[in-house]
């Protein structure tokens, strides 16, 4: 049983360390002031959660914790001084973080003050989206929480979060008419790469989706890309050649998260270009740049981590507006009891993405 009604506890999960993740008996969710609570409907795991299971840390999660960050619900209660905007029966998605919010400009940290807000000194993170209720931080309500319209389906904007983080790099890198863009990775972020890029410069850009999987590189055509390449056992410079040329591209997106990714993302990028770094790889790891390349050829490189309050409700729009199919990201469905499985799917890459419901109910 999810929820006990009489002792005002449910079932959630917490991550106890690496490869420890555990179902249990707690509290419901007490709120401060400013907090409300939400009656998750859907939630999703993802490859970040896959990889703070397999290491058992996070800068985004205290050992042990409540686990899980990407979900849409309904309010089902709130603080006694809680923002009068949101009440009971809403229907909301939440990111899972929010930055410096006071009103004083001069007193947020450096990096909020510097506009570099997903860089935030004080970034407040919140988890506990596998569990039927989570508790939304007053900071997270004041700037990263959004009503849904009735016809957005739960386990749509439970992918708002993804997208957001997607919205960033889309807004950072600068590309122009003509250019030619590579996506390494063809899974749930490379697709929706392509999506938001397709979406923002239309067919002014030629997209290449390059993988190792087939039927990940055919979706990626639905999704946008005008050519879709398996890399696996061939040279990707040359695949590059036959399909767009030339051997190196304007902008090479890693959507990847591994060394050797970057590595080959580095190799595609071209004079003047630019090699975008979305995937997080273990702490340590190193990459191995020809320095020569990077100073004549002018190479940039640019990291993206997490979003920022503008990126999430960009994200929430192109939902709501159907400018991004998340749907068809959507290859399963579990109940939340079956958390382990899931992200074993995420693992093994036999999904794409996984909806848990934790009441049950595939009818989000």
């Known amino acids: 049983m999810a929820v006990n009604a009489m002792r005002r506890t449910m079932v959630a999960a917490v991550l106890h360390g690496a490869k420890d993740v555990r179902l249990e008996e707690m509290p419901i969710p007490q709120l401060g002031p400013e907090d409300l609570l939400a009656r998750v409907e859907a939630a999703s795991p993802d490859f970040t959660d896959r990889k703070v299971y397999l290491r058992g840390s996070h800068p985004m999660i205290t050992i042990p914790g409540l686990f899980g960050h990407e979900w849409a619900g309904v309010v089902v209660a709130r603080g006694g001084q809680a923002d009068t905007r949101w009440q009971p029966g809403m229907r909301v998605v939440a990111a899972n973080s929010a930055p410096c919010t006071d009103p004083d400009p001069a007193a947020r940290c450096r990096a909020c003050r510097r506009s570099r807000q997903s860089m935030c000194e004080r970034l407040l993170y919140n988890n506990g989206a596998f569990a039927p209720y989570i508790r939304i931080p007053g900071r997270i309500a004041e700037v990263n929480l959004h009503e849904l319209p009735p016809q957005i389906p739960f386990e749509e904007a439970a992918l708002a979060e993804p997208l957001a983080c997607v919205m960033q790099g889309a807004r950072r890198i600068q590309i122009s008419d003509g250019d030619r863009v ?12 392509i999506a938001v890029l397709r979406h923002r410069y239309g067919r002014s850009i030629r997209l290449l989706s390059v993988d190792h999987h ?151």
Do not use: C
């Not at 590579?182 to 790469?193: M, R």
């Not at 740049?289 to 309050?309: A, G, M, N, S």
């Not at 991004?324 to 794409?352: D, F, G, S």
């Open 182 to 193: 590579v996506i390494v990775g063809a899974g749930p972020i490379g697709l929706l790469f």
């Open 214 to 364: 087939d039927d990940r590189l055919a979706l990626s055509k639905s999704f946008g890309a005008d050519e879709a390449l398996n890399t696996a056992g061939r040279s990707l410079r040359a695949g590059m050649q036959e399909v767009f040329g030339a051997e190196r591209a304007d902008v090479v997106i890693e959507a990847v998260g591994s060394t050797q990714a970057h590595q080959e993302a580095f190799e595609l990028v071209g004079r003047g270009g630019t090699l975008v770094s979305f995937g997080g790889v273990a702490e340590g790891s190193i990459l191995s740049l020809d320095l020569h390349r990077l100073h004549y050829e002018e190479i940039r490189i640019i990291p993206i981590y997490h979003h920022t309050p503008g990126d999430f409700a960009g994200a929430v729009q192109a939902i709501v507006h159907r400018e991004v199919p998340v749907a068809r990201l959507i290859t399963a469905r579990l109940p939340l009891i079956e958390l382990p499985r899931a992200l074993e799917m995420v693992q093994e890459r036999t999904t794409l993405r996984t909806i848990l419901f934790p009441w049950g109910r595939f009818d989000a």
